[in-house]
C-alpha cells in the first residue's frame, strides 16, 4: 500500500456554470449538465443522463471531461461520488473532477474515495456551507495498492457487493410498497373515502399530548437543567436523531432528575411525534429504546388511547394524503410551525378497530420481512 495525494493520481478540474445570461449556451441538450443533486450519497453514481444540458455554444465556457473521470462533491454534502460513463460531461463549480491518469483504475479511485468521504468532509473549511476548496482536494491523501491487477480484483468484488446491497435496497422499497398497497386494499383511498368510513378528528384519539414550553420547561433546561453530549440518565429526544432513526450517534443526554421533571414527556415508543418548528409537520413514530427517553424540544408528542391502532395512524398520516392533511396544519411563510390545536383538527378516516389491528399484523410481519433485510445490510 502507498500513500499518496490526489493530484498524483490525475488531474483535478473544478467545474464552473456557463453564464446562465446567454441562452445560446442552454438551447441544446449537446452536453450533459451534472450538478451536486445527480450524485447519491450513497455509493457510487453513474452519470449518463443529467437533468440539465448545455449547447455546443457552451463548449467554450464550460469545464468538460471524459468517460471514467471521478466527479465529487466539495461543496454542501461533501463526497458523493459519481463516474462519467457518457463519453463527457460538464459540471458546476459544486463540484471537482479527478481525471484519473495510468497510476489507478478509475472505479478504484471512486471506491477509496467513497471509503474516505468522512475524513473528505472532515477538511471542510466552512463554518456555514461546508467546502473543500481545489488545492486541499488535490493535496488529501488516500492509500492504494499500486499494482493495477490487484486494484481490478478489488474492484470486482466491491462491485458484487454493490450489486447485493442495491438488490436488498430495491427489495426494502418493495416492502413498503406492498404495505401501501395493503392500506388501499383494505381500506380505500383517503382522499375520496369511497368505503364511507366514519371520520373522526385527531382530539377524538388522544391520550395525552405534549411539548416541551407549555409548562416552562424551556427556561428550565436553559438554566438548571442542561442537556449533555455526556451520557447521562435518559437520552434527549432530538428531531435529527430521530429523521436519521440513529439515537446513538450525535445524542444528547440529560439528569434523572431532568427527566423526572418533564413527567409526560417521557418517551416509551409508540408514540408519534411531530416536528413543531421549520421542518413543522414532520412526523415519525418513536421505537421502544429500553432505556430512559425524554422529549426534545420544538416537538409535539401523543399518546393515543385504545381507540386507535397505533401502526394504523401511523401509516394513515404518512401517506400522501395524510401528509397533505398534516400541511394544511402549517402555518408561516418564513418560519414554518404546527400547534398542537392544529393536529387535535385532522380528520382521521376511522374503520373498524378489527380491521385496524388485522392491518396491523399485516405491517408487522413484513416489518419483520424489512428486519431481516436490514440486518444483512447492516444498517
Request: charged content about 20%.
Given at each position: 500500500m502507498k500513500r499518496v495525494k490526489i493530484k498524483d493520481l490525475g488531474k483535478v478540474v473544478t467545474g464552473n456554470t456557463p453564464?446562465?445570461?446567454n441562452e445560446e449556451f442552454y438551447n441544446s441538450n449537446d452536453i450533459s449538465f451534472f450538478k451536486p443533486d445527480s450524485i447519491s450519497m450513497n455509493g457510487i453514481t453513474p452519470l449518463e443522463h443529467a437533468k440539465e444540458y448545455l449547447s455546443e455554444h457552451a463548449r467554450s465556457k464550460a469545464r468538460i471531461v471524459e468517460r471514467d473521470s471521478v466527479l465529487v462533491t466539495c461543496i454542501g454534502n461533501i463526497g458523493k461520488i459519481g463516474i462519467v460513463v457518457s463519453e463527457e460531461a460538464s459540471f458546476n463549480q459544486q463540484i471537482n473532477a479527478i481525471v484519473p491518469n495510468k497510476a489507478i483504475l478509475s472505479r478504484y479511485l471512486a471506491y477509496n474515495l467513497?471509503?474516505?468521504?468522512q475524513k473528505l468532509s472532515a477538511i471542510a473549511n466552512a463554518p456555514v456551507v461546508p467546502l473543500v476548496n481545489k488545492t486541499n482536494f488535490e493535496n488529501f491523501e488516500i492509500e492504494i495498492h499500486e499494482d493495477l491487477v490487484e486494484q481490478s480484483k478489488i474492484v470486482n468484488i466491491l462491485d458484487g457487493l454493490a450489486t447485493i446491497v442495491n438488490?436488498?435496497?430495491r427489495q426494502l422499497m418493495e416492502y413498503d410498497q406492498l404495505i401501501k398497497s395493503r392500506f388501499v386494499e383494505m381500506f380505500g383511498d383517503q382522499s375520496t373515502n369511497e368505503r364511507k368510513l366514519p371520520i373522526v378528528l385527531f382530539n377524538d384519539i388522544i391520550e395525552y399530548m405534549v411539548d416541551i414550553g407549555s409548562n416552562g420547561a424551556n427556561s428550565v433546561i436553559s438554566s438548571n437543567l442542561n442537556m449533555s453530549d455526556e451520557p447521562d440518565y435518559a437520552v434527549m429526544i432530538r428531531f435529527t436523531n430521530s429523521t436519521k432513526n440513529d439515537f446513538v450517534n450525535n445524542v444528547k443526554y440529560i439528569s434523572e432528575e431532568a427527566y423526572n421533571f418533564f413527567k409526560k414527556s417521557k418517551v416509551y415508543?409508540?408514540?408519534?411525534?411531530f416536528c413543531k418548528i421549520g421542518s413543522a409537520?414532520?412526523?415519525y413514530m418513536m421505537p421502544n429504546l429500553n432505556r430512559p427517553a425524554s422529549l426534545g424540544l420544538n416537538q409535539i408528542m401523543v399518546k393515543t388511547n385504545n381507540k386507535i391502532n397505533i401502526i394504523y395512524l401511523y401509516n394513515l398520516l404518512s401517506s400522501d394524503f395524510g401528509s397533505h392533511l398534516i400541511g394544511r396544519c402549517v402555518?408561516?411563510?418564513v418560519t414554518k410551525t404546527i400547534t398542537k390545536g392544529a393536529i387535535k383538527k385532522i380528520p382521521l378516516m376511522y374503520p373498524p378497530l378489527e380491521m385496524q389491528n388485522q392491518?396491523?399484523?399485516f405491517v408487522q410481519q413484513v416489518d419483520k420481512l424489512k428486519f431481516e433485510v436490514m440486518m444483512y445490510l447492516d444498517i
Amino acid at each position: 500500500m502507498k500513500r499518496v495525494k490526489i493530484k498524483d493520481l490525475g488531474k483535478v478540474v473544478t467545474g464552473n456554470t456557463p453564464s446562465k445570461r446567454n441562452e445560446e449556451f442552454y438551447n441544446s441538450n449537446d452536453i450533459s449538465f451534472f450538478k451536486p443533486d445527480s450524485i447519491s450519497m450513497n455509493g457510487i453514481t453513474p452519470l449518463e443522463h443529467a437533468k440539465e444540458y448545455l449547447s455546443e455554444h457552451a463548449r467554450s465556457k464550460a469545464r468538460i471531461v471524459e468517460r471514467d473521470s471521478v466527479l465529487v462533491t466539495c461543496i454542501g454534502n461533501i463526497g458523493k461520488i459519481g463516474i462519467v460513463v457518457s463519453e463527457e460531461a460538464s459540471f458546476n463549480q459544486q463540484i471537482n473532477a479527478i481525471v484519473p491518469n495510468k497510476a489507478i483504475l478509475s472505479r478504484y479511485l471512486a471506491y477509496n474515495l467513497l471509503a474516505n468521504q468522512q475524513k473528505l468532509s472532515a477538511i471542510a473549511n466552512a463554518p456555514v456551507v461546508p467546502l473543500v476548496n481545489k488545492t486541499n482536494f488535490e493535496n488529501f491523501e488516500i492509500e492504494i495498492h499500486e499494482d493495477l491487477v490487484e486494484q481490478s480484483k478489488i474492484v470486482n468484488i466491491l462491485d458484487g457487493l454493490a450489486t447485493i446491497v442495491n438488490s436488498k435496497s430495491r427489495q426494502l422499497m418493495e416492502y413498503d410498497q406492498l404495505i401501501k398497497s395493503r392500506f388501499v386494499e383494505m381500506f380505500g383511498d383517503q382522499s375520496t373515502n369511497e368505503r364511507k368510513l366514519p371520520i373522526v378528528l385527531f382530539n377524538d384519539i388522544i391520550e395525552y399530548m405534549v411539548d416541551i414550553g407549555s409548562n416552562g420547561a424551556n427556561s428550565v433546561i436553559s438554566s438548571n437543567l442542561n442537556m449533555s453530549d455526556e451520557p447521562d440518565y435518559a437520552v434527549m429526544i432530538r428531531f435529527t436523531n430521530s429523521t436519521k432513526n440513529d439515537f446513538v450517534n450525535n445524542v444528547k443526554y440529560i439528569s434523572e432528575e431532568a427527566y423526572n421533571f418533564f413527567k409526560k414527556s417521557k418517551v416509551y415508543g409508540g408514540e408519534l411525534v411531530f416536528c413543531k418548528i421549520g421542518s413543522a409537520g414532520k412526523m415519525y413514530m418513536m421505537p421502544n429504546l429500553n432505556r430512559p427517553a425524554s422529549l426534545g424540544l420544538n416537538q409535539i408528542m401523543v399518546k393515543t388511547n385504545n381507540k386507535i391502532n397505533i401502526i394504523y395512524l401511523y401509516n394513515l398520516l404518512s401517506s400522501d394524503f395524510g401528509s397533505h392533511l398534516i400541511g394544511r396544519c402549517v402555518n408561516g411563510a418564513v418560519t414554518k410551525t404546527i400547534t398542537k390545536g392544529a393536529i387535535k383538527k385532522i380528520p382521521l378516516m376511522y374503520p373498524p378497530l378489527e380491521m385496524q389491528n388485522q392491518f396491523a399484523e399485516f405491517v408487522q410481519q413484513v416489518d419483520k420481512l424489512k428486519f431481516e433485510v436490514m440486518m444483512y445490510l447492516d444498517i
